[in-house]
């Protein structure tokens, strides 16, 4: 017989080692996921509405930029801001913007003169110019790229391999 004795094995109700898990979990994947699809459908919808939220911000601008125009203004240099941003609607619609301008504009436009802050005429004849460049014949911004999604790229690849 064995000298030493053996200890009786002791059934343990569930396993005391962790199971290996690496990754992810299943929740997390899908919440993932989920954003993903929301952040592409976003992007779609803004690409596809970028021209008339640019529009949209302009006559707000004007708005703002009319209502605190200073006396000083002569009425040539009003009526000059208002065909150029006429002009500068115009070109946004017609997607026959000049990109230089365009980045000038936003300059502006980061800036909006607050109620009660007159906008004096050197700002109004420099806004003109700025409304002005943005709309010259002949500029063009380049079309944009189709977006491709996640789920059009997965599709792609399914469609390609034949699965």
């Not at 053996?6 to 993932?32: H, N, R, T, W, Y």
């Not at 996921?33 to 459908?41: D, E, P, R, T």
């Not at 707000?60 to 000059?80: G, H, K, L, M, P």
């Amino acid at each position: 017989m064995n000298d030493e004795a053996q200890a009786p094995e002791v059934m343990v109700p569930f396993d005391p080692q962790p199971a290996d898990l690496s990754g992810c979990g299943k929740p997390a994947v899908i919440g993932c996921l989920a954003i993903l699809v929301l952040l592409a459908i976003g992007l779609v919808f803004f690409l596809a509405n970028v021209r008339d939220m640019l529009d949209w911000a302009l006559v707000q601008y004007e708005s703002a930029v009319v209502t605190n125009i200073s006396e000083e203004v002569t009425v040539e240099d009003r009526q000059r801001l208002e065909r150029a941003f006429e002009s500068a609607r115009a070109a946004v619609r017609e997607n026959r913007m000049e990109p230089s301008a365009l980045q000038r504009l936003q300059r502006f436009m980061s800036s909006p003169p607050r109620p009660g802050q007159p906008v004096g005429p050197e700002k109004v004849r420099e806004l003109s110019e700025v409304l002005e460049s943005l709309a010259r014949p002949g500029a063009q911004l380049p079309e944009m790229e189709p977006v491709v999604t996640p789920v059009a790229a997965v599709t792609a690849l399914v469609h390609h391999a034949g699965i």
